[in-house]
């Protein structure tokens, strides 16, 4: 079992920065690969960005490409999005989330994929 606990949201305006963090419970962190998904209001939850649990394959959704960055760090078990150059299409709450991978170097990019959820943080840029 794993709990996921994001921070790091808020209101920003176009061009700013945010750095999501996802706090993970338990001794297991590293069996774990990672995500990040958002959803918009009226908007089906969509992928962002994953890391396996090597930390050594990273994947990003084209919209944010150049834009964000994911890092973990397994001492802290945390898992970062940082995010630059924010956009107002950006607005949404952003949901970590994590499975179990017999494969490190396996990344997921689809919900489905997905055994535990974060509660999400709310991130809204202004124009």
């Known amino acids: 079992q794993v709990q996921l606990v994001e921070s790091g949201g808020g209101l920003v305006q176009a061009g700013g920065a945010l750095r999501l963090s996802c706090a993970a419970s338990?001794?297991?962190?590293?069996?774990?690969?990672m995500g990040w998904f958002r959803q918009a209001p009226g908007k089906e939850r969509e992928f962002v960005s994953a890391?396996?649990?090597?930390?050594?394959?990273?994947y990003y959704t084209n919209s944010v490409k150049g834009r964000v960055t994911i890092s973990r760090d397994s001492a802290k078990s945390t898992v970062y999005l940082q995010m630059n150059s924010l956009k107002p299409e950006d607005t949404a709450v952003y949901f970590c989330?994590?499975?179990?991978?017999?494969?490190?170097?396996?990344?997921?990019?689809?919900?489905?994929?997905?055994?535990?959820w974060g509660q999400g943080t709310q991130v809204t840029v202004s124009s």
């Open positions: 890391i396996s649990r090597s930390g050594s394959n990273i």
């Open positions: 338990g001794r297991t962190f590293s069996s774990y690969a």
């Open positions: 989330a994590a499975v179990r991978s017999a494969y490190s170097a396996s990344y997921y990019v689809r919900v489905v994929e997905y055994e535990y």
